[in-house]
Nanobody, 126 residues
Framework: VQLQASGGGLVQAGASLRLSCVIS????????VGWFRQAPGKEREFVAA????????YEADSVKGRFLISREYAKNTVYLQMNSLKLEDTAIYYC????????????????????WGQGTLVTVSS
């Protein structure tokens, strides 16, 4: 299983970016996907997650109302639309996959996920 995250870049505060996570090497669509981020000198933190059927989505309080997670089955891709970016959103963003599909271990916990992508850097400047 491979997860390829992309879409990061350098933007000004207030701008938008859309991250993509392309999933390959799986025959089943029944997987949950989460986005995490890690800023320099800080621990990895949960950003957002979505169940396999998109019936449930979860967002961290720090991004609620600004970030939106979605998925497109035809492209085996999960997106993270990031709006109204702030300086504190600067981090490496990772996508992760959970094989069960329902995130039963808790969407916010890294231990819930079975596979991780390599990360994409988002830098927000003033």
């Amino acid at each position: 299983v491979q997860l390829q995250a992309s879409g990061g870049g350098l933007v000004q505060a207030g701008a938008s970016l859309r991250l993509s996570c392309v999933i390959s090497g799986l025959n089943s669509r029944k997987n949950g996907v989460g986005w995490f981020r890690q800023a320099p000198g800080k621990e990895r933190e949960f950003v957002a997650a979505i169940t396999w059927n998109a019936a449930y989505t979860y967002e961290a309080d720090s991004v609620k109302g600004r970030f939106l997670i979605s998925r497109e089955y035809a492209k085996n891709t999960v997106y993270l639309q990031m709006n109204s970016l702030k300086l504190e959103d600067t981090a490496i963003y990772y996508c992760a996959l959970e094989k069960g599909g329902y995130l039963r271990g808790g969407a916010r916990y890294p231990s819930t996920y079975d596979f991780w992508g390599q990360g994409t850097l988002v830098t927000v400047s003033s």
